[in-house]
């Protein structure tokens, strides 16, 4: 009659056995090391914050997205301005305003330093506001990664 289990080398598969690990097993034959078991909404406790846990990345976002809104709407309401005037008020666009230069064509014409103050807005924007947060997360991290390498 055949064994019920193909594998005899493997003592555990077979009901009524219980395992035991071969004689030549050490701790080094383990591959993969797992962290402790954590229970849910359990925390681990550290002196320090750690990086991902700063309010300054939300503060950081906050102002990037800012800084983004600004110079959209600062070009895109100007190019918005201006096709309206073009699709509702036809005769102002058509007026002339000195030497047969037309007002539609004027306002076409201050779209480039409409949107080179667009830029000139987001570079101020960003030197005053979003680079000093930057800065202080970028700091932050040396920070932590000097703390953690010393550990």
């Not at 002196?47 to 700063?54: D, E, T």
């Not at 190019?79 to 306002?107: D, H, Q, R, Y």
């Amino acid at each position: 009659m055949p064994e019920p289990f193909p594998y005899p080398e493997y003592p555990a598969h077979r009901p009524g056995v219980p395992y035991s690990p071969p004689p030549d097993f050490s701790a080094s034959d383990v591959i993969y090391t797992w962290p402790p078991h954590q229970e849910f909404g359990e925390e681990t406790t550290s002196p320090q914050p750690r990086l991902g846990h700063h309010g300054d990345l939300r503060l950081l976002r906050r102002a990037y997205r800012t800084q983004r809104r600004v110079a959209t709407f600062t070009a895109l309401g100007y190019f918005t301005l201006f096709l309206v005037l073009s699709a509702f008020a036809p005769s102002l666009m058509t007026g002339t305003v000195s030497g047969g230069l037309s007002t539609g064509l004027l306002l076409g014409l201050l779209q480039v330093p409409v949107t080179c103050l667009s830029i000139g807005l987001y570079e101020h924007t960003a030197r005053r506001r979003v680079d000093p947060i930057a800065d202080r997360i970028r700091r932050h991290a040396e920070l932590d990664v000097k703390r953690g390498g010393a550990r």
